[in-house]
């Protein structure tokens, strides 16, 4: 079955412990996205990555870090996580002649920093 | 650039009446308008989309939208609500990447 898998799907964690949040597409998709959600403002992108090795940042990239080491992993790293972090994560994916037109949604992962 | 507006945080529908949820965009190119739908604890799932061709567009479980280029709207409808229609949607618009409206919650009463 094609899909997006995310873990953990729920987090609660302290201010400043270091976290990764992993995101895995069967799909081989070359694009991949990770955003963040919140309520009233909706999906704000924090990075995205076009392929293996190639990453850059959305719309709100401060206090994260990604990588990408292998094309189905996409992972999202908080080093020290602040409670302004606290959100719903999805990461995404897509081809790279579709990114624009259609992604695939991994099922979320609420964190919660306190 | 682009961006999206969604008219209405939350809408409640009674089941079989008519649903309509509204969208404005604002694009300095050829838009591409999305419909994505979240149930609850899931991931966003897409319900249609625009491209380019019929203005039109009809969609998963009954939806469809319309886009009139002269009003700047893709608004999301379907005839008759059914109680699992109940989620969050949102329109998005690409020029380069998707750039998500706020989220409209509707809710759907027996």
């Known amino acids: 079955e094609a899909q997006v898998t995310q873990n953990p799907r729920y987090l609660i964690t302290v201010t400043g412990k270091k976290l990764t949040v992993t995101c895995s597409q069967n799909?081989?998709?070359?694009?991949m996205s990770w955003y963040r959600q919140d309520p009233g403002l909706g999906l704000r992108q924090i990075y995205y990555?076009?392929?293996?090795?190639?990453?850059d940042k959305g719309d709100v990239p401060e206090g994260y870090k990604v990588s990408r080491k292998e094309k189905r992993n996409f992972p999202l790293i908080l080093e020290s996580p602040s409670p302004n972090q606290t959100s719903l994560y999805f990461c995404a994916s897509s081809s790279l002649q579709g990114f624009q037109y259609e992604q695939y949604f991994g099922p979320g992962t609420r964190l919660t920093v306190t | 650039a682009q961006s999206v507006t969604q008219l209405g945080s939350h809408v409640s529908v009674s089941e079989g009446a008519l649903v309509l949820l509204r969208c404005n965009y604002s694009?300095?190119?050829?838009?591409?308008l999305f419909w994505y739908v979240q149930y609850p604890n899931q991931g966003l799932q897409l319900l249609l989309k625009?491209?380019?061709?019929?203005?039109l567009v009809k969609g998963i479980n009954g939806f469809e939208a319309e886009f009139k280029k002269s009003e700047t709207s893709f608004h999301l409808t379907k005839p008759s609500a059914h109680m699992s229609d109940a989620a969050e949607y949102f329109c998005?618009?690409?020029?380069?990447?998707?750039?998500f409206g706020q989220g409209t919650e509707l809710s759907v009463k027996p």
């Open positions: 799909m081989n998709h070359e694009y």
């Open positions: 694009s300095s190119v050829p838009p591409y």
């Open positions: 998005a618009v690409s020029g380069g990447k998707l750039i």
């Open positions: 990555s076009m392929n293996v090795e190639v990453t």
């Open positions: 625009y491209t380019t061709g019929a203005t």
